[in-house]
């Protein structure tokens, strides 16, 4: 079953049909990509050619990115977490469907519309929450191709990364926050 969705996830991407998630390169392909890799199955990286790119829109880091100083909303919830970005973006949230596959991966899809939309729309249009920022960095992806798209992310993960490692070091001098993205470099 494991070399099926390998296969399926990475026939998906090769036709350029991007995977959207929230957090999946920082947890779902990195757990499909260990599981491969114990199993002795071929990784979806693997799958593809050596430049290595596939499209991945992670909702998460685009979250983190354009709205940097979210706060949590609750001791439970926290500032970047699918459903607070999904509340944030005004699309709403059904807890007794939240957490199952298919409601998941629709309110990603839905949260990485809604943020591409708000790039894309002119500052005096944009919604108030959006305006009143102290910290928004929505033009930094307008006009931005899949490709480039998937770049910025790359170092934008790593950046998210770096920050959060500064953070935890603070109670922790040897916390250590891997910033590969969207799937955690191979370590034999």
């Given at each position: 079953?494991?070399?099926a969705?390998?296969?399926?996830v990475?026939?998906?991407?090769?036709?350029?049909?991007?995977?959207?998630?929230?957090?999946?390169?920082?947890?779902?392909?990195?757990?499909?990509?260990?599981?491969c890799?114990?199993?002795?199955v071929?990784?979806?990286?693997?799958?593809?050619?050596?430049?290595?790119y596939?499209?991945?829109?992670?909702t998460?880091?685009?979250?983190?990115?354009v709205?940097?100083r979210?706060?949590?909303?609750?001791?439970?919830?926290?500032?970047?977490c699918?459903?607070?970005a999904?509340?944030?973006?005004g699309?709403?949230?059904?807890?007794?469907?939240?957490h199952?596959?298919?409601?998941?991966?629709m309110?990603?899809?839905?949260?990485?519309?809604k943020?591409?939309v708000?790039?894309?729309?002119?500052h005096d249009?944009?919604?108030d929450?959006?305006?009143r920022?102290?910290?928004?960095?929505?033009?930094?992806?307008?006009?931005?191709?899949?490709?480039?798209?998937h770049?910025?992310?790359?170092?934008?993960?790593?950046?998210?990364?770096a920050?959060?490692?500064?953070?935890?070091?603070k109670?922790?001098?040897?916390a250590?926050?891997d910033?590969a993205w969207?799937?955690a470099?191979?370590?034999?």
């Amino acid at each position: 079953g494991l070399d099926a969705i390998a296969q399926a996830v990475a026939q998906v991407l090769r036709m350029g049909v991007p995977l959207v998630g929230h957090n999946i390169g920082g947890y779902d392909l990195r757990v499909l990509d260990a599981e491969c890799r114990r199993w002795d199955v071929q990784p979806v990286l693997d799958r593809f050619d050596s430049s290595g790119y596939f499209p991945v829109l992670d909702t998460m880091i685009l979250d983190k990115h354009v709205d940097p100083r979210r706060k949590r909303v609750s001791p439970t919830q926290g500032a970047h977490c699918l459903r607070t970005a999904a509340e944030t973006f005004g699309l709403g949230w059904n807890e007794s469907q939240a957490h199952g596959a298919e409601y998941d991966a629709m309110a990603s899809a839905r949260l990485a519309y809604k943020i591409g939309v708000i790039a894309h729309t002119p500052h005096d249009k944009r919604p108030d929450w959006v305006r009143r920022l102290w910290m928004q960095r929505f033009d930094d992806l307008a006009g931005l191709s899949l490709g480039d798209l998937h770049s910025q992310q790359v170092v934008w993960a790593k950046t998210q990364a770096a920050e959060l490692q500064e953070h935890f070091r603070k109670s922790d001098p040897n916390a250590v926050v891997d910033g590969a993205w969207p799937v955690a470099a191979v370590t034999q």
